[in-house]
């Protein structure tokens, strides 16, 4: 008899206490992510003169400055530099300045 009502208040509590508990957990550094930028299709890149090295690219005719260098698209915002392995979405805040930048 014991062990059936110790089973109903164990049953009753993993019923009732989650459900207060349970909380949307919203993690924020506070580096905001750049603008979405909407592109009708594929983008055409342009090589930039003198990047043998790397070989950079340049997103041209746009009004922001998008790269693309060895997998990653790079883009400069607010001071900030974004990457992201896609060039219309999945921008993560980098904390360096690429280093095809400072060469």
């Known amino acids: 008899m014991k062990k059936l009502l110790f089973g109903i208040v164990f049953l009753a509590l ?19 992510l750049p603008p979405v930028i909407v592109f ?7 090589v930039i ?9 340049v997103v041209p005719d746009i009004e ?20 992201s392995r896609y060039y219309d979405r999945g921008w993560v805040y980098y904390q360096y300045v690429p280093d095809f930048i400072m060469t």
């Open 14 to 32: 993993v019923i009732a206490v989650p459900v207060p508990m349970m909380a949307e957990v919203n993690i924020s550094i506070g580096i905001p």
């Open 40 to 46: 009708p299709g594929p983008v055409e890149v342009v």
């Open 49 to 57: 003169p003198d990047t043998y090295i790397y070989d950079v690219y």
């Open 64 to 83: 922001v400055d998008i790269f693309f260098c060895r997998g990653w698209w790079w883009r400069p915002w607010e001071g900030r530099w974004y990457r």
